[in-house]
């Protein structure tokens, strides 16, 4: 292709992967704002700069990429991920988090973490997050990174029984920042230098 290399990722029809449950998790979106706040206060001036990293996941649906979703309540979507523990790499991180919310056990060690696609940065405490950290800011309180996971043609998703893994367009995600909030709206930006292949599994 002119203009230069494309990557070519490979993704596998949505009817390829079984989806079961398992017990419900422990989820931190039930806390009111203020108590959030002090929350994220007392970590900060505990640990430092929260590093959290989320996985990006796709699958084929009607010849179309969908992006999977954790949704909780009916109204809030995530990608799958969480913050990392004192001393963890943040390649252990996601494949913990990934095994804690998508597997049956925490000691699945099969997901394939590839490159680092995006940083999101948080200055202060406050909801507002930005794909830049501003010259003026010295101490962030947050950065989010979001890594490629690339998914084996099939698997099992085991995931807790009060969160829903669904599988959402690209197009129906790209710069929808009302639905799904600014990082999972930029995924499809993100992926642009990427070109996807479906591979005949049959």
């Known amino acids: 292709m002119a203009g230069g290399n ?23 979106e039930e806390e009111t704002l203020d108590h959030r706040i002090q929350r994220l206060k007392f970590n900060y001036n505990t640990h430092g700069i929260r590093t959290c990293v989320q996985a990006v996941l796709l699958v084929d649906l009607f010849k179309h990429p969908h992006l999977l979703l954790l949704q909780v309540r009916h109204s809030m979507y995530k990608l799958p991920g969480g913050r990392l523990r004192p001393g963890e790499s943040e390649i ?4 913990r988090k990934l095994s804690s919310k998508l ?10 973490v590839g ?3 995006g940083m999101w940065w948080r200055p202060d405490f ?22 490629l996971v690339r998914l084996p043609e099939s698997c099992k998703f085991i995931v807790p029984k009060n969160l829903k893994l669904i599988a959402v367009p690209l197009c129906q995600v790209h710069e929808n920042f009302k639905t799904y909030g600014p990082i999972i709206a930029g995924v499809p930006q993100l992926l642009s230098k990427f070109s996807y292949n479906a591979p005949d599994t049959d």
């Open 103 to 112: 597997s049956m056990s925490e000691e699945d060690d099969r997901w394939e």
């Open 6 to 28: 494309v990557d070519v990722l490979d993704i596998y029809p949505l009817n390829h992967y079984y989806f079961g449950s398992k017990e419900s998790l422990p989820l931190k």
């Open 92 to 95: 252990e991180c996601l494949r």
């Open 126 to 147: 406050e909801t507002l997050i930005y794909p830049f950290l501003p010259p003026n800011i010295k101490r962030p309180k947050e950065c989010t990174k979001l890594f």
């Open 115 to 117: 490159e680092c696609l």
